[in-house]
T-cell receptor, first 117, second 113 residues
Framework: GDSVTQTEGQVTVSESKSLIINCTYS????????LFWYVRYPGEGLQLLLK?????QKGSSRGFEATYNKETTSFHLQKASVQESDSAVYYC??????????????FGKGTKLSVKS | DMKVTQMPRYLIKRMGENVLLECGQD?????MYWYRQDPGLGLQLIYI???????SEGDIPKGYRVSRKKREHFSLILDSAKTNQTSVYFC????????????FGHGTKLSVL
């Protein structure tokens, strides 16, 4: 089956410093999967942060970026300068790209980002 | 308003009791989902509903059943709850089964004692 592995547990970063949350994936599908980052801000439900469906492409949103690397099967999330408002739990996810029910997402365990001022 | 609403937010039940978790969405989305998340694990798909009375098992359906009689409502039922069903349950919806932009509720924290 499919699986997603991301930076474990909690990451603490000082405001204005850079961030990277690692994500690697594994799939048994012949086709390359679609990749996503979801985020859950305190008191809110998970929401889509960004998605990339083409290997080699980069997605970006709210200052965050992630590049789909099919060689290393990675989709790391990066931000050059974090803010306190970025404190949240971030989930890497994949969906099979085999037509039909693409929305059966497989999620990683989540990484809690705490930004300290 | 683009909202997924879950009720209740917190629930404590005894082993063997029946549990009903309710979910509603106001976006007329076709597809709805139930996930659970346990500490140290990712979200696991329990059931997916493609529309009214069109439900399909996810990865961990055992011990659960679902009901979708109206497009905007999707219920998760635990008949005779077990302690290992203590978890946080998330409901989500998407425009269709091929649209990966899921909208999630806040979650229901269920404790089965």
């Amino acid at each position: 089956g499919d699986s997603v592995t991301q930076t474990e547990g909690q990451v603490t970063v000082s405001e204005s410093k850079s961030l990277i949350i690692n994500c690697t994936y594994s799939t048994t599908s012949i086709a390359y999967p679609n990749l996503f980052w979801y985020v859950r801000y305190p008191g809110e439900g998970l929401q889509l942060l960004l998605k990339v469906i083409t290997a080699g492409q980069k997605g970006s949103s709210r200052g965050f970026e992630a590049t789909y690397n099919k060689e290393t099967t990675s989709f790391h999330l990066q931000k050059a300068s974090v803010q306190e408002s970025d404190s949240a739990v971030y989930y890497c996810a994949l969906a099979p790209n085999s037509g039909g029910s693409n929305a059966k997402l497989t999620f990683g365990k989540g990484t809690k980002l705490s930004v300290k001022s | 308003d683009m909202k997924v609403t879950q009720m209740p937010r917190y629930l404590i039940k005894r082993m063997g009791e029946n549990v009903l978790l309710e979910c509603g969405q106001d976006m007329s989305h076709e597809t709805m989902y139930w996930y659970r998340q346990d500490p140290g694990l990712g979200l696991q798909l329990i059931y997916i509903s493609y529309d009214v009375d069109s439900n399909s098992e996810g990865d961990i359906p055992k011990g659960y059943r679902v009901s979708r009689k109206k497009r905007e409502h999707f219920s998760l039922i635990l008949d005779s709850a077990k302690t290992n069903q203590t978890s946080v349950y998330f409901c989500a919806s998407s425009l269709s089964s091929s649209n990966e932009r899921l909208f999630f509720g806040h979650g229901t924290k269920l404790s089965v004692l």
